[in-house]
């Protein structure tokens, strides 16, 4: 069974850095790529980052380009997000999500976790 | 940057079939993935590259992809299908969400 646990989420002042952690199990991580997706309260989805499946290729939404680093360790079987200068218009619930396939684009998102939430408020 | 455009909400009655759209320049010509979110749940994929489904959802899913607009047809409503809906593709590399689509089932 195919399980996504994402943590690290937590209560954070603007320009402060958080750094979220996921957990996969149930698949051969190292052969697909990997996603977070967030959501803010009561808004709809956005594609924040992915990472292909030796980490060769790379790719952020604009609105964090820049702030976040998206990392794996295949070794560990798990995903990070290192965010940086957090603003108030990041808090949302952050999915961990792996991609159908090895590389990101063009593929869709098979697998979710259940989130962990980031808020960002002085 | 790609926009892709969703009716803010659909209406059906059970037994019914509801037809959710995704607009955007050219969606023809990429590949959509549709998601179905339930209160406080993640989302789950329903449909994959236009048209294909997970193992698990029902054959009632189905979905379409052509010119400047992309769907998603749920036949036989159930109750159980009330969702929020989203369609997602790439563009520049970069994946792009619908703004969804919040089905009612009345």
């Known amino acids: 069974e195919v399980q996504l646990v994402e943590s690290g989420g937590g209560l954070v002042q603007p320009g402060r850095s958080l750094r979220l952690s996921c957990a996969a199990s149930?698949?051969?991580?190292?052969?697909?790529?990997m996603h977070w997706v967030r959501q803010a309260p009561g808004k709809g989805l956005e594609w924040v980052s992915g990472?292909?499946?030796?980490?060769?290729?790379?790719g952020y939404a604009d609105s964090v380009k820049g702030r976040f680093t998206i990392s794996r360790d295949n070794a560990k079987n798990s995903l990070y997000l290192q965010m940086n200068s957090l603003r108030a218009e990041d808090t949302a619930l952050y999915y961990c999500?792996?991609?159908?396939?090895?590389?990101?684009?063009?593929?869709?998102?098979?697998?979710w976790g259940q989130g962990t939430l980031v808020t960002v408020s002085s | 940057s790609y926009v892709l455009t969703q009716p803010p909400s659909v209406s059906v009655a059970p037994g019914k079939t509801a037809r959710i759209t995704c607009g955007g320049n050219?969606?023809?010509?990429?590949?959509v993935h549709w998601y179905q979110q339930k209160p406080g749940q993640a989302p789950v994929l329903v449909i994959y590259?236009?048209?294909d489904r997970p193992s698990g959802i029902p054959e009632r899913f189905s979905g379409s992809n052509s010119g400047n607009t992309a769907t998603l047809t749920i036949s036989r409503v159930e109750a159980g299908d009330e969702a929020d809906y989203y369609c997602?593709?790439?563009?520049?590399?970069?994946?792009?969400f619908g703004g969804g689509t919040k089905l009612t089932v009345l």
């Open positions: 990472i292909s499946w030796n980490s060769g290729s790379i």
């Open positions: 999500a792996k991609g159908i396939a090895a590389a990101g684009p063009g593929a869709g998102f098979d697998y």
């Open positions: 149930g698949f051969t991580f190292d052969d697909y790529a």
């Open positions: 590259y236009d048209s």
């Open positions: 050219n969606i023809g010509s990429k590949s």
């Open positions: 997602q593709v790439w563009d520049s590399r970069l994946g792009v």
